[in-house]
């Protein structure tokens, strides 16, 4: 078998794609470990290039991802203009990474932003929960793909060291696609 075909092999054993209930548990896991992702819009109104940092508030039953912003941000602007977005997450240094593809919707719903709301977000929202500017994003995951190692950061470690002694790689990958 060729270096090729073995490499192809090895992609191929380490692939887990994840659908319905386990995509859904793949997604809570990883927003728990690391709320805050790289919020990438399709367009860019400004100089943060269309991503920014934000932190996800809640997952809900169905898979939607909720977050907080201003009506005058440009993130909502971007996604008034076209509502496909990025999520980019990283749980560890070397493991838990979570990437997903959705539709955003700017809502404003009284009722969901007190459930959501905390006075630690007073700082952008100056009148606190009943600040004018305050809108809800909801993100729905249409695709996503993972990555992680199987058996948590410690053996990956020893087997990249081991890898590196022999001078072959010696892969505790998994990855795949997510789909709710």
Not at 61 to 68: E, I, K, S
Not at 74 to 95: D, K, M, R, W
Request: hydrophobic share 35%.
């Amino acid at each position: 078998m060729s270096t090729t075909q073995q490499t192809q092999q090895r992609m191929q054993d380490s692939r887990q794609d994840l659908q319905a209930a386990d995509g859904l548990k793949r997604i809570r896991e990883t927003v728990k470990k690391t709320p805050t992702c790289f919020f990438t819009t399709a367009l860019e109104f400004g100089d943060s290039g269309g991503a920014r940092p934000m932190s996800v508030l809640q997952v809900d039953d169905q898979g939607r991802l909720w977050f907080l912003s201003a009506s005058d941000s440009h993130h909502n602007a971007e996604i008034t203009a076209n509502p496909l977005v990025t999520l980019y997450f990283q749980g560890s240094e070397h493991a838990d990474f979570l990437q997903l593809k959705g539709r955003a919707r700017i809502l404003v719903d009284r009722a969901k932003i007190n459930e959501l709301w905390s006075p630690l977000f007073k700082p952008w929202f100056n009148d606190g929960v009943d600040d004018p500017r305050i809108t809800l994003i909801e993100v729905t995951p249409t695709d996503g793909y993972y990555w992680d190692n199987k058996h948590g950061n410690l053996v990956a470690g020893i087997k990249m060291l081991l890898g590196a002694a022999l001078g072959k790689p010696i892969d505790d990958a998994v990855h795949g696609r997510v789909r709710i």
